[in-house]
């Protein structure tokens, strides 16, 4: 059991949670993830590592609720328990001196596991320019906390209401036509954004890291249901990433895997709100 440390609500349904576990903070890494279990029942949500405290003996996941399995999750509240937390999972970010320009690129609540990546190159004395990418400034997170690890912050919203007006690809764009040098782009967002970044960056042949996030479950590569195709090998996001080298991934074959269980997983949902009800009039 995980006690719920603080709640916090970033931006409608989207919340940031710390939970204690000290065993996990002690080993966790900049670029994993957990694996979350509400109760018995509840279906094993794979979230990205947001932030952590060795110290304290916390660490932080930020999620948005979108379906049946993190609308109950956003349910809890502080003081309450989490049956199961599994992590750290996955391989950490590849963080050094020495590794230059490094422009770390967070779209809507890609944001939060962008942001220990980039606290880490900034403690290594890289230079992060960070991109934040909203579709308007009320759902934008996070702002102060790149901000404190960034030497430089471009906020990007789809309707102009914050920074500048388009996406991530618009101020990444701008960086490379004032002719900085930039050593690594880290994106993490959905899938279209980051293949965006991709693209964008495929004709200089700068080197592109994404961090994928397709349908994980146990987390150990058993099942195969994030397997994704990366150049000319079948990868398993879980234990091979989460992160690979964008030029590489076949994000068409991707995007096609994501849509296989939006309908499972309206059905799941339609099904929890339906035992809400009945619960709540009981």
Known sequence: MYKILKKVLLSPSVWLYDIEAPRIAKKAEPGQFLIVRTDEEGERIPLTIADFDRQKGYVSIVFQEIGAGTELLGKLNEGDYILDVVAPLGRKTHIEPGMGTVVCIGGGIGVAPIYPIARGMHQAGNKVISIMGAKNKDILILEKEMR??????????????CGIKGFVTTALQQIIDRSEKIDEVIAIGPVVMMRSVVEATRPYKIKTVVSLNPIMVDGTGMCGGCRVQVGDEIKFACVDGPEFDGHLVDFKGLMSRQRMYKDAEKEETNHVCKLSKIKGAI
């Not at 404190?148 to 209401?161: K, N, P, R, W």
């Open 148 to 161: 404190a690890v960034s030497d430089e912050v471009l906020i990007t919203t789809d309707d102009g209401s």
